[in-house]
Nanobody
Framework: QVQLVESGGGLVQAGGSLRLSCAVSGSIFSDNAMGWYRQCPGKQRELVAS???????NYADSVKGRFTVSRDKAKKQVYLQTNSAKPEDTAVYYC???????????????WGQGTQVTVSS
């Protein structure tokens, strides 16, 4: 059974930094990607940043240059360093793992429970 547990959320002042962590338990297929999504009340969940098993990264335009996603494969953890925080970054942040057994098979998504990040102005 795959489980994801986030940590590191909280309150930060505008311009400040936070580091989110996500630990994965259970077996992970080698073909995978991990990332972070966020959701504000009344809005859809949106991709913030992702990183593949080959270390390729992808960022939402709104966080490029400010946020950095990284992973530790040995520890099965993914991180999100949030710098130069803005009030509009306030949201619940969710860790995501998607993986598949082999190319051409379906992707399976797993989610953490979410961690609140609040940026005060």
């Amino acid at each position: 059974q795959v489980q994801l547990v986030e940590s590191g959320g909280g309150l930060v002042q505008a311009g400040g930094s936070l580091r989110l962590s996500c630990a994965v338990s259970g077996s992970i297929f080698s073909d995978n990607a991990m990332g972070w999504y966020r959701q504000c009340p009344g809005k859809q969940r949106e991709l913030v940043a992702s990183i593949t098993s080959g270390e390729n990264t992808n960022y939402a335009d709104s966080v490029k240059g400010r946020f950095t996603v990284s992973r530790d494969k040995a520890k099965k953890q993914v991180y999100l360093q949030t710098n130069s925080a803005k009030p509009e970054d306030t949201a619940v942040y969710y860790c995501n793992l998607k993986m598949r057994r082999a190319p051409g098979t379906i992707w399976t998504n797993y989610w953490g429970q979410g961690t609140q990040v609040t940026v005060s102005s």
